[in-house]
């Protein structure tokens, strides 16, 4: 016997105690309202008066009367215990159901639901609490093992790519210097991707993980600190920046702020087009710190605007440059702190993407 069926055997006994421990009360309780009054009349009741059996009216004295109610208080025990046993087994029923649901769907069956019907009571209602737990669980797994395999597929790709260069050099008989600096420069640039994406699945690791320290943060310094390193790429690509930065301070780490600010950046410069622009700001609206990025470039479609914040999306397949994580660590930071990150396609092309934090967030 195993210890979960024990201790829900347990559960059962302390139940059936309780519920026959009140049947024996009320038994007790109402044999007594019976005979202290009938005690109580038969002590009044004069020596030249009838009997206590005249007085019961039903022809049975009060000695006798007393003797049937301690032998129907004995016989109570059994049949309160009984019917304790039956009631708490009832009672217990949906929460075996419960448990022997769970212990399938922990076994790997996360399919499977509870599924409780009526009565709706409050072990129902448990019921349909984890039946969304399970929900999200299993979308939860879903999504980790939809992320590990692509995550294994963008690592073998450039590994794999990696591999056939250097095969390809070596197996050339008349390679010379200048074949083989080239072979190197090209194995540099595949390892800097690699890097690249491991760094981006790291910041993206530590995203999902939380906030565990709440600093105070200038977001119009932090866009300032991200722009001067986004310069130069972007006048090399004919991208013209343009900033209107109001001094806001809020709460949150300031190495996740500063990354969700260089991926927004890196995302509107990388997915533009020459002669293009890219805008942020900083305000203050309210209670809240905001943070927008406008950028020009191809038309987005709307209805494909939410997919671009999972991680490993792309709006189009021949895209490259990118590693299809940007804005999933954008969206992880924002969620991270709370925050609010909203997107919208503009007419002419291109996304404007704004995240809101509170000024004043309620830290753990």
């Given at each position: 016997?195993t210890?979960r069926?024990?201790?829900r055997?347990?559960?059962?006994?302390?139940?059936a105690?309780?519920y026959?421990?009140?049947?024996?009360a009320?038994?007790?309780?109402?044999?007594?309202f019976v005979a202290?009054p009938?005690a109580?009349?038969?002590a009044a009741t004069?020596?030249d008066r009838?009997?206590?059996?005249?007085?019961?009216?039903?022809?049975?004295g009060?000695?006798q009367?007393?003797?049937?109610s301690?032998?129907a208080?004995?016989?109570?025990?059994?049949?309160?215990?009984?019917?304790g046993?039956?009631?708490?087994?009832r009672?217990l029923?949906p929460?075996r159901?419960?448990?022997?649901?769970?212990?399938?769907?922990?076994?790997?069956?996360?399919?499977?639901?509870l599924d409780?019907g009526?009565?709706?009571d409050?072990?129902?209602?448990?019921g349909?609490?984890?039946d969304d737990l399970?929900a999200?669980?299993q979308?939860?797994?879903?999504a980790?093992r939809?992320?590990?395999?692509?995550?294994s597929h963008e690592l073998?790709?450039?590994?794999?790519?990696?591999?056939?260069?250097?095969?390809?050099a070596?197996a050339?008989?008349d390679?010379d210097?200048?074949?083989?600096?080239?072979?190197?420069?090209?194995?540099l640039?595949?390892?800097?991707?690699?890097?690249r994406l491991?760094?981006?699945?790291?910041?993206?690791?530590?995203?999902?993980r939380?906030v565990?320290?709440w600093?105070?943060?200038?977001?119009?310094?932090?866009a300032?600190?991200?722009?001067?390193s986004r310069?130069?790429?972007?006048?090399r690509?004919?991208?013209g920046?343009a900033?209107r930065?109001?001094s806001?301070?809020t709460?949150?780490?300031a190495?996740?702020?500063e990354?969700?600010?260089?991926?927004?950046l890196?995302?509107?410069?990388?997915?533009?087009?020459p002669?293009?622009?890219?805008e942020?700001?900083?305000?203050?609206c309210?209670?809240?710190?905001?943070?927008?990025?406008?950028?020009?470039?191809?038309?987005?479609?709307g209805d494909?605007?939410?997919?671009?914040f999972?991680?490993?999306?792309?709006l189009?397949?021949?895209r490259?440059g990118g590693?299809?994580?940007g804005?999933?660590?954008?969206?992880?930071?924002?969620?991270a702190h709370h925050a609010?990150?909203?997107?919208?396609a503009?007419?002419?092309g291109?996304l404007?993407?704004?995240v809101?934090?509170a000024r004043?967030?309620?830290r753990?």
């Amino acid at each position: 016997m195993t210890p979960r069926k024990l201790a829900r055997r347990s559960l059962r006994t302390r139940l059936a105690l309780a519920y026959a421990a009140g049947i024996y009360a009320a038994g007790v309780l109402v044999l007594l309202f019976v005979a202290v009054p009938l005690a109580g009349v038969n002590a009044a009741t004069p020596v030249d008066r009838p009997s206590s059996r005249a007085i019961t009216g039903t022809g049975v004295g009060l000695p006798q009367l007393l003797t049937g109610s301690a032998v129907a208080l004995v016989l109570l025990i059994p049949v309160a215990l009984a019917l304790g046993w039956f009631v708490a087994g009832r009672f217990l029923h949906p929460l075996r159901a419960i448990t022997a649901t769970a212990q399938d769907i922990s076994a790997g069956n996360l399919h499977r639901r509870l599924d409780l019907g009526e009565p709706t009571d409050e072990l129902t209602a448990l019921g349909h609490t984890l039946d969304d737990l399970f929900a999200r669980l299993q979308g939860s797994f879903d999504a980790h093992r939809h992320f590990v395999a692509n995550a294994s597929h963008e690592l073998r790709t450039p590994l794999a790519g990696l591999r056939t260069l250097l095969e390809v050099a070596l197996a050339d008989p008349d390679a010379d210097a200048g074949t083989l600096r080239s072979v190197c420069q090209e194995a540099l640039a595949l390892g800097g991707y690699q890097e690249r994406l491991v760094h981006a699945l790291l910041t993206l690791a530590t995203s999902e993980r939380g906030v565990t320290r709440w600093d105070a943060l200038d977001l119009a310094h932090v866009a300032e600190t991200v722009l001067a390193s986004r310069r130069d790429q972007a006048t090399r690509k004919g991208i013209g920046l343009a900033e209107r930065l109001t001094s806001v301070v809020t709460a949150g780490d300031a190495r996740l702020v500063e990354s969700l600010v260089a991926n927004l950046l890196d995302n509107a410069i990388r997915h533009n087009h020459p002669d293009g622009h890219v805008e942020i700001t900083t305000r203050t609206c309210g209670a809240q710190a905001v943070l927008t990025v406008t950028n020009s470039g191809p038309v987005v479609p709307g209805d494909q605007i939410q997919r671009l914040f999972h991680p490993f999306q792309r709006l189009a397949p021949d895209r490259h440059g990118g590693h299809g994580l940007g804005l999933a660590i954008v969206d992880a930071v924002a969620r991270a702190h709370h925050a609010t990150l909203t997107a919208g396609a503009r007419p002419q092309g291109g996304l404007s993407i704004t995240v809101r934090f509170a000024r004043q967030p309620n830290r753990p």
